[in-house]
Each structure stands twice: as structure tokens, then as C-alpha cells.
């Protein structure tokens, strides 16, 4: 069963930036390396949304309005998915999870980011 763990959210003020780590902790080495890996936000009254992919081979993708300013990453010998965000908006505050894209039934506990002034 795999078992995500995110961490690096906060409050920080409008313009600042932040950067998340999700570790697959229990996922083996030869799953993670080839899987497309996304980290999902969901926004206060909101359906999750899927932010930001990144498949076995590095390619990426993001949603249009965090498009240059979001950048996500993979270190495989850590099991590890990031997500470096600048120039952050009031309407990027939601918790932020990963997980597997497609996903799996098996969410983390998520990590808050609050931008506000």
C-alpha cells in the first residue's frame, strides 16, 4: 500500500514562495522510477484539482494559472516529488497532496498553504 507524505506548506504573503516535498514512502524503487507522479490541490469548497505532473521520463505539465510559476520535480534515489512555488496568489491557498496520476485510493494527509497578507 502506498503511502504519501507531504510536507513544506505554511502561510506565506502574497509573492513569496514555497517549496513542497511528498515522499513515497512504501512505494519500491522500481514502481516509483517509471510512474507519472502529480501534486493535486483542493481549495476550501472545491473539488481537488491535479496542479502539476511529472512522468518517469521528466516531462511535465501544469495548469494554466500556475504556468511559470510552479515547477515540480523528482529525485527517484529519494522516492521524492517536489513542487517549488513563487510568485504565490491568494488563490493558490488549498492543501496540497501527491500522489500517482491517475491517482490512487491512497491519500496523504495533505500539507496547508495559506497565501495571504
Known amino acids: 500500500q502506498v503511502h504519501f507524505l507531504e510536507s513544506g506548506g505554511g502561510l506565506v504573503q502574497p509573492g513569496g514562495s514555497l517549496r513542497l516535498s511528498c515522499r513515497a514512502a512504501r512505494m519500491i524503487t522500481s514502481t516509483f522510477n517509471p510512474a507519472a507522479m502529480g501534486w493535486y490541490r483542493q481549495a476550501p469548497e472545491k473539488q481537488r484539482e491535479l496542479v502539476a505532473t511529472?512522468?518517469?521520463?521528466?516531462?511535465?505539465t501544469y495548469i494554466d494559472s500556475v504556468k511559470g510559476r510552479f515547477t515540480i520535480s523528482r529525485d527517484n534515489a529519494r522516492k521524492s516529488v517536489y513542487l517549488q512555488m513563487d510568485s504565490l496568489k491568494p488563490e493558490d491557498t488549498a492543501v496540497y497532496y501527491c500522489n500517482t496520476v491517475p491517482s490512487s485510493d491512497n491519500w496523504g494527509q495533505g500539507t496547508q498553504v495559506t497565501v495571504s497578507s
Open positions: 511529472i512522468t518517469g521520463g521528466r516531462s511535465t
